[in-house]
């Protein structure tokens, strides 16, 4: 039975009324003894929801989908996608659903929606289920995301439903309530072209510019304009991922937003040692989503979504195709020069810094971190120091010393700003083997590791005396990494 929220929260239904075609009104398998694990308070607050309610009864049932609001129709959404480079007709929400849209405070829409709520008609052989480690994974990743100034779904809460979930062994069972600017993904829009309905596609593409890329519903060619606009959108987001040193692992075309924001993580890690070629999922044997190709599955995975746009650019197959070449043709520069700026910004080399000078530069550093195996994330933290005039805390990472020298002399000339790099440089990220530690502590039962580890990743930039462990690379003893999709 579902029960309304008596303090009701407002949720839209844009999403099951505009596109019926794309959802199946579905409910939350029910959750007797739903406990929570963490409350994204402030985020909560950023929607107007009230955080105390949501701790309490009441909120529990509204965030597992025991309690629907009046007019909200939770639907499973219906997508299609390329999942390692083969074509599946039928994915969709197997085991998550969309609870409705909220509005929030800035009046943007954002998607309210729950993975681990049971199964659902997409669920195929799956059990419709999540565990505590995998959603509790989500929430802190996707929070540091976040805090890093990464675009991103947000979690607003994890709750133990008191499930037992049969994996490799049997594990605590876990709901994830997640927010997003919207759950479109290519894959719904491969779905929606699968059909040959050109009115649905046309409506789905409405949509997302309406909610995505307003702007483009007033160019000459707003389907153009919508393309161009999430080429550039995900060109910026990969740059952003290749800077911070994210692996998301699994770039399916399902998994890829038109909002321009990361969404799903499952087998994701950040890199420790520089490495283009590092894979951490288990399931990525040919090495197809290594930290070194995003920029390219990326662009792959926009030629599909072009494909399945091509009806609305042009009436004319082959002009379709010419017209979304030259549109993807964009996404190369754009990258280039988004990763560019970031880089000169890790750096803090001025903007009037000759490019024939800092070009060089960047490829010389990747070379040198490539070589001598140094860790990303601290190399780049402590490089503010040798700015500052202390170059040992940096240069002890490399065992090149001579190469590590002439780089800096050379980096030194351009007069980098200490307090710049510091601000986009980060000291904390998730680090592998202290993700896994907090999620095997709250899997048997105990939070704070978690709830430690998350305070230390949401203030990434502020370096904090006590926390050196957090910002070092994980002990030989971890060993090489390997993720799970925990589905
Ligand atoms: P993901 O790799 O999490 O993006 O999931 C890929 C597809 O598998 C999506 O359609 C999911 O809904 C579905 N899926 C993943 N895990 C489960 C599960 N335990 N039960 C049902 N469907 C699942
Ligand atoms: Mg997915």
Same mark, same amino acid.
């Given at each position: 039975m579902s029960v309304a929220p008596s303090r009701t929260v407002a949720l839209g239904n844009r999403f099951a009324t505009e596109l019926p075609e794309l959802g199946i009104p579905w409910k939350a398998q029910p959750v007797a003894d739903p406990r929570l694990l963490v409350l994204n308070e402030r985020l909560a607050q950023s929607l107007g929801l009230d955080a105390e309610w949501l701790a309490g009864d009441e909120g529990l049932r509204f965030l597992t989908g025991g309690a629907v609001p009046p007019d909200a129709t939770p639907v499973a959404q219906g997508y299609a996608g390329h999942q390692f480079g083969f074509y599946s007709p039928r994915l969709g929400d197997g085991r998550a659903l969309l609870l409705g849209e909220l509005a929030g405070a800035d009046g943007e829409l954002r998607d309210l929606h729950l993975k681990g709520s049971g199964r659902t008609?997409?669920?195929?052989?799956?059990?419709?289920l999540a565990a505590v480690g995998p959603m509790l994974r989500e929430h802190l990743v996707s929070e540091a995301m976040h805090a890093l100034g990464v675009p991103t779904t947000r979690s607003l809460a994890v709750v133990a439903t008191g499930r037992q979930v049969q994996r490799e062994t049997v594990l605590p069972g876990a709901l994830l309530a997640r927010v997003a600017?919207?759950?479109?993904r290519v894959g719904s829009f491969q779905l929606a072209r699968a059909t040959d309905d050109l009115d649905l596609l046309r409506r789905l593409a409405d949509h997302a510019i309406s909610r995505?890329?307003?702007?483009?519903?007033?160019?000459?060619h707003p389907y153009r304009a919508f393309f161009a606009a999430v080429v550039s959108a995900q060109a910026r987001l990969v740059a952003q991922w290749m800077l911070v040193g994210f692996v998301h692992g699994v770039m399916n075309t399902d998994n890829m937003t038109v909002s321009g924001e990361t969404i799903d993580y499952g087998p994701c890690a950040f890199m420790d040692a520089f490495d283009p070629t590092v894979v951490y999922s288990s399931i990525d044997e040919g090495g197809r989503y290594a930290y070194g190709n995003q920029p390219v599955v990326a662009e792959w995975n926009l030629a599909r979504f072009a494909e399945s746009l091509l009806p609305l650019l042009h009436d004319e197959q082959d002009e379709g195709v010419e017209i979304a070449v030259e549109l993807l043709g964009a996404f190369r520069r754009e990258y280039s020069a988004a990763w560019v700026a970031g880089m000169r910004a890790k750096l803090g080399i001025p903007e009037t810094a000759d490019e024939a000078v800092t070009r060089p530069l960047l490829d010389d550093l990747l070379a040198l971190l490539r070589d001598n195996h140094v860790d990303h994330t601290s190399f780049h933290r402590r490089l503010s120091r040798a700015a500052r005039g202390d170059s040992e805390p940096a240069r002890a990472? *490399?065992?090149d010393l001579a190469g590590v020298d002439a780089w800096l002399d050379r980096w030194r000339a351009l007069d980098p700003d200490p307090d710049a790099m510091d601000r986009v440089n980060?000291?904390? *990220?998730?680090r592998n083997h202290l993700v896994e530690e907090a999620l095997e502590a709250a899997t048997a039962g105990d939070l704070a590791p978690f709830h430690r580890l998350l305070d230390v990743v949401t203030r990434p930039f502020e370096e904090r005396p006590g926390l050196e462990r957090y910002a070092e690379p994980a002990p030989d003893s971890f060993g090489p990494y390997r993720t799970f999709c925990g589905t």
């Open positions: 008609p997409f669920a195929r052989g799956g059990d419709g600017s919207s759950h479109l995505h890329h307003p702007e483009a519903a007033d160019a000459e990472l *490399v065992l980060p000291a904390y *990220v998730p």
